[in-house]
């Protein structure tokens, strides 16, 4: 199988992904890969898609050159400035798609889960967009951290939910909008925010993320006369800003790095178990518990990582690396005062590892980077004034 291409019959990336759900869930999986087939082999719904992502959008985000980072790092910085797009990251392409084919199964009620609330909110936009009924699952512990999120998806009209089982965070909202899930199959579309969970959510998600990095290699050619970066670099957390960028320069020889949170390392630290519909890494204890995982940055704070990206490590595609809170505080900051570009702290990621290589055999100076600045840090600055 080609890296990044289609996956095999029943969702497999190597011995990664496939389907691991309630049988009651098969059939609006099922329903779900035909309808995204169709519409994938539909002209008129790409043109609609595109449209929307460049209309509304805002796309195509630019490619900004760094010239003062690239100075003082010795390597050719190239930033893909996904903090440009509508509501300030890559969320918006998957969640308009999604969108398109909730309307064209005709469904009008979306559910989601979220976290940190940036998936809640990019879907809430969407729906509201799309005048879709919005129901946000979000564990009560989570609802509190992020009372402005809660409130913007209520501004944009989606009903939050707050879930007060287990832990109270993420995994139980998973928990509770796949009952909602069972419930209300019929009517009801669940709008998953990464590459992750059952055939075909990884697979669906990536192409609607491909956008990204099909943008960032032409306008890459085009300043590097023809040439492809050497490294392409990209922050992860469940995968889709990284697998979308990935995707656009999957046949090229281009050097792909995906970058995990130190605390949350799925593929640095995990191990191979099923979680969410999936078989993927997963930071795991001794007896298979999935461990809540740590970061400064919310976005990434989730124990487990897209099947895709499980299998392009194990073939060596692509190398996955790590990096730490301190040294994300170090470039959140660097960007902000060589480039005038703060960038959100899961990005912060993927610069952070940059800023450590650079110089060494892993990333030798005078290379060329393409790093993906998958959102803004707007939403983060209160956050690192209190750490700093
Ligand atoms: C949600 C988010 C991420 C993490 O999600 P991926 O699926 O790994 O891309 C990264 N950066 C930003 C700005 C986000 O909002």
Redesign the pocket.
């Known amino acids: 199988m080609a890296a990044l291409a289609e996956p095999s019959p029943d969702g497999r990336f190597g011995e990664f992904g496939g389907r691991f759900i309630p049988e009651s869930l098969v059939p609006a999986c099922k329903e779900l890969e035909v309808a995204f087939r169709a519409a994938w082999a539909d002209p008129a719904f790409h043109a609609e898609y595109e449209g929307l992502l460049r209309d509304y959008g805002g796309r195509p985000t630019p490619v900004t050159e760094c010239r003062r980072l690239s100075e003082r790092l010795g390597v050719r910085v190239l930033l893909k400035r996904?903090?440009l797009a509508h509501t300030?990251?890559?969320?918006l392409n998957n969640v308009i798609g999604q969108s398109l084919l909730t309307r064209r199964m005709g469904k009008p009620r979306v559910i989601a889960e979220t976290g940190?609330g940036?998936?809640g909110v990019?879907t809430a936009t969407a729906c509201a967009l799309f005048g879709l009924d919005c129901v946000v699952y979000m564990g009560e512990v989570d609802v509190e951290r992020q009372e402005l999120n809660v409130f913007r998806m209520q501004l944009l009209g989606a009903e939050v939910i707050p879930v007060s089982s287990g832990s109270r965070t993420l995994k139980d909202a998973v928990n509770e909008a796949l009952r909602d899930w069972v419930a209300n199959v019929e009517t009801t579309h669940y709008c998953i925010?990464?590459?992750?969970g059952p055939h075909p959510y990884p697979w669906m998600?990536r192409e609607f993320?491909r956008i990204l990095g099909e943008e960032a290699r032409t306008q890459c050619r085009a300043l590097l006369d023809g040439r492809d970066p050497d490294f392409v670099v990209?922050?992860?957390?469940?995968?889709?800003?990284?697998?979308?960028t990935f995707a656009g320069f999957a046949d090229t020889s281009a050097r792909l790095v995906g970058v995990e949170a130190a605390g949350g390392a799925a593929i640095g630290h995990g191990v191979p178990g099923v979680v969410h519909g999936m078989k993927s890494y997963l930071v795991q204890d001794e007896v298979g518990q999935v461990n809540e995982a740590h970061s400064i940055?919310a976005?990434?704070d989730?124990p487990g990582v897209?099947p895709e990206h499980s299998h392009l490590s194990a073939t060596g595609r692509a190398t996955y690396v790590t990096a730490g809170d301190a040294e994300v505080l170090d470039a959140f900051q660097l960007l902000s005062h060589t480039e005038g570009i703060i960038p959100?702290?899961?990005?912060a990621h993927g610069l952070a590892w940059v800023v450590r290589a650079a110089g060494s055999d892993d990333l030798p100076s005078g290379s060329t980077v393409l790093l993906t600045l998958?959102?803004?840090g707007d939403k983060d600055v209160a956050q690192v004034r209190d750490l700093l």
């Open positions: 996904e903090d300030g990251s890559h969320k940190a940036q998936h990019a925010g990464s590459v992750m998600v993320q990209a922050c992860v957390g469940g995968g889709s800003n990284a697998a979308g940055s976005g990434l989730y897209g959100a702290l899961e990005s998958s959102g803004r």
